[in-house]
């Protein structure tokens, strides 16, 4: 099995920086694709980035953010740069299934965090 343990979060203002990381444990982490999703109260959960041998972003937070992995560490993590109010959310890491294509798709995803709070006050 694998553990993922996200961690980070916290209260920034607008404007500001925050790097999450999600530390994993087991045996797939060096060849599974790795992403971050976002669930903010009331809405579904979203996708925001994910990392194999190429990165990916959601719209929303291009140029913003940016997914980087240590295969050393077995961490991901996560920049968050120019934070908006909008990205107020608990944010989650996964291990993307090597039998299900797709990026975005919280569905392709078989492992999970517990998640991580952020918050960003105007």
């Known amino acids: 099995q694998v553990q993922l343990v996200e961690s980070g979060g916290g209260l920034v203002q607008a404007g500001g920086s925050l790097r999450l990381s999600c530390a994993a444990s087991?045996?797939?982490?060096?060849?599974?694709?790795m992403g971050w999703f976002r669930q903010a109260p009331g809405k579904e959960r979203e996708f925001v980035a994910a990392?194999?041998?190429?990165?990916y972003y959601a719209d929303s937070v291009k140029g913003r953010f940016t997914i980087s992995r240590d295969n050393a560490k077995n961490t991901v993590y996560l920049q968050m740069n120019s934070l908006k109010p909008e990205d107020t959310a608990v944010y989650y890491c996964?291990?993307?299934?090597?039998?299900?294509?797709?990026?975005?798709?919280?569905?392709?995803?078989?492992?999970w965090g517990q998640g991580t709070q952020v918050t960003v006050s105007s």
């Open positions: 996964a291990t993307k299934s090597a039998s299900l294509p797709g990026f975005s798709s919280q569905s392709a995803y078989d492992y």
């Open positions: 087991g045996r797939t982490f060096k060849l599974s694709t």
């Open positions: 990392i194999s041998y190429n990165t």
